[in-house]
C-alpha cells in the first residue's frame, strides 16, 4: 500500500505541477495580450473585445486550480505562532489535526461546488457577459479545486506522519 500512495503522491504532484505551469503560461500570455490590445487601440485596427472578460476567467480558473500546488509548497498563508512555540511531538500532532480538518473542509466545499455546478448545468444558466461560458463549468473549477486541496490535505497529513519531528516549513523562500 505504500508504493501506491507514493507512486500517487509523485503522479499527484506531476499533476499540480502541470496545472502551475498553465497558469504561468495563461498569465504570461495576458501580460502580452494586453499591451497588444493597447497597441491595437492605438493604432485603430480594433481591439480584443474578449480579453478583460478572458483574463477574469483565466485567473478565476488558474487561482482556484493552483490552489493546491500553493499548498503543497507550504506557500499559502497561515500562522505558524503556535505551532512553533510548541513541543515537536504536539506540533506534529496539532499539524496533522489541521490537515484532516482542512481535508474535511474542503471535502465539503466540493461537494457544494458539484451540486451547485449540477444545479446550473441543468438550469443551464449563462452569465451577463459578452463570452459567455456557461457557469456550471466555473462552479466545477471550484468543485475540482476543494478535491485537489482535500487530495493535498491528506497527502500532507501522510508526509507530517512520516517525518520524524521536523515540523512542515515552506520550500517556497517566504
Do not use: Q
Request: charged letters at 20%; one cysteine or more; aromatic letters at 12%.
Amino acid at each position: 500500500m505504500t508504493a501506491f500512495l507514493d507512486r500517487f503522491e509523485a503522479a499527484f504532484d506531476r499533476l499540480n505541477l502541470v496545472i502551475a505551469a498553465l497558469v504561468a503560461v495563461s498569465i504570461g500570455l495576458f501580460t502580452l495580450l494586453v499591451p497588444l490590445d493597447l497597441f491595437l487601440r492605438k493604432l485603430g485596427w480594433g481591439n480584443l473585445p474578449w480579453l478583460n472578460e478572458g483574463a477574469e476567467y483565466a485567473l478565476y480558473i488558474g487561482v482556484f486550480l493552483s490552489s493546491a500546488w500553493v499548498l503543497s509548497k507550504g506557500a499559502h498563508v497561515r500562522v505558524d505562532i503556535i505551532i512553533a512555540a510548541l513541543p515537536d511531538k504536539a506540533a506534529k500532532g496539532l499539524e496533522r489535526a489541521l490537515d484532516l480538518a482542512g481535508a474535511v473542509l474542503c471535502g465539503l466545499l466540493c461537494y457544494f461546488g458539484l451540486t451547485g455546478a449540477i444545479g446550473e448545468f441543468i438550469a443551464e444558466t449563462l452569465p451577463d457577459k459578452d463570452l459567455r461560458i456557461p457557469n456550471w463549468y466555473m462552479l466545477a473549477v471550484f468543485a475540482i479545486s476543494f478535491a485537489l486541496l482535500a487530495v493535498e490535505f491528506l497527502l500532507r497529513y501522510r508526509r507530517a506522519g512520516r517525518e520524524s519531528g521536523a515540523k512542515v516549513i515552506s520550500d517556497a523562500g517566504f
